[in-house]
């Protein structure tokens, strides 16, 4: 027995050695030890500075890129939209065209995104679906940027109806978020822009003209 055990040592030695390495197998994977590369990506939050991005978008019947940062001074209204060729989509892209100047009058700029390429934004538009489009329509196609701002529907791979109202300071002070199928109230949208604009405390059903409570 003594025989067997000094030939069996060398290989228990070594798989002892081999089990307190680092990697996979080793201590920091069986201890729980934290791995840093599982850290999830930081999302968009009220209160705290919108995530950066640059794009690719269509502007008119050209393709630029456009960054968020590019906007700083101006309020920004960024809204997604699940896709191209459907059907809610264009009743909102055209609406919030339609009230492009009250937006314009509050120093804010829209901008539309969602996971469709730059050319499938022009053959929409090109189709006649959308009208004269007044302002950018983002292509976020690797979906980076739908993933920061909390909105990625995982499971079919576009973006939720997510609605976001950026200060001019790039401080992120609204955001809403409807599932697929609603749709969102222009109107709503430019009372809420409104409200965060007159630095005051609004109460319920606040709309524009009436009192705030002050500061």
Not at 92 to 119: C, H, M, P, Q, T
Not at 129 to 157: F, H, M, N, V
Request: hydrophobic share 40%; with cysteine.
């Amino acid at each position: 027995m003594k025989k067997y055990m000094r030939l069996l040592l060398p290989f228990i030695v070594l798989a002892v050695f081999v089990s307190l390495q680092p990697g996979p197998a080793g201590a920091a994977a069986t201890t729980g030890a934290p791995d840093p590369s599982n850290k999830r990506e930081l999302r968009a939050k009220v209160g705290e500075p919108a995530p950066n991005f640059t794009l690719d978008a269509l502007v008119g019947k050209e393709f630029k890129k456009i960054s968020l940062s590019d906007y700083r001074g101006k309020w920004v209204v960024l809204f997604f939209y699940p896709l191209d060729f459907t059907f809610v989509c264009p009743t909102e892209i055209k609406a919030f065209n339609g009230a492009l100047k009250d937006f314009e009058r509050l120093n804010a700029v829209v901008l539309g995104a969602s996971v469709d390429s730059i050319w499938s934004h022009k053959a929409w538009q090109e189709r006649g679906d959308l009208g004269d489009l007044k302002y950018p329509l983002l292509s976020d196609i690797r979906k980076d940027t739908a993933r920061k701002y909390g909105i990625l529907e995982e499971r079919e791979g576009v973006a939720q109806r997510g609605l976001f109202i950026i200060d001019d300071k790039g401080v992120l002070q609204y955001l809403s978020v409807n599932n697929l199928s609603v749709g969102r109230s222009i109107e709503e949208t430019l009372r809420v822009l409104e409200a965060f604009q007159t630095g005051e405390l609004c109460p319920v059903n606040w709309k524009p003209g009436q009192k705030t409570l002050g500061k």
